[in-house]
Nanobody
Framework: QVQLVQSGGGSVQPGGSLTLSCAASGRFSDLAMAWYRQAPGKQREYVAEIGSGRWTNYADSVKGRFTISRDNAKNTVYLQMNSLMPEDTAVYYC????????WGQGTQVTVSS
């Protein structure tokens, strides 16, 4: 049974930075990992993904500001978020296996002055 345990997040002013972490049990190094987010009243949306070969893909809304990375020795995926904006406020979820796969518990990120 794969489990994804998230850490990080919190509150920050616009322009600030935060880093999210997601530690996985079970298989990790050969699988793609992703981050999604869900803002109040909105559907969960794709943020970024990293493959086993370390290819990456980003939603247009975060491209150039967010960086996804992974440490296979630690079974952990990260999301470095820079130049945060109020519209980045959401609960962020780590994911393995797409929308029907395994989800982390969610982490609140609030960007506000």
């Amino acid at each position: 049974q794969v489990q994804l345990v998230q850490s990080g997040g919190g509150s920050v002013q616009p322009g600030g930075s935060l880093t999210l972490s997601c530690a996985a049990s079970g298989r990790f190094s050969d699988l793609a990992m992703a981050w999604y987010r869900q803002a109040p009243g909105k559907q969960r949306e794709y943020v970024a993904e990293i493959g086993s070969g370390r290819w990456t893909n980003y939603a247009d809304s975060v491209k150039g500001r967010f960086t996804i990375s992974r440490d296979n020795a630690k079974n952990t995926v990260y999301l470095q978020m820079n130049s945060l904006m109020p519209e980045d406020t959401a609960v962020y979820y780590c994911n393995r296996g797409g929308r029907s796969g395994t989800w982390g518990q969610g982490t609140q990120v609030t960007v506000s002055s």
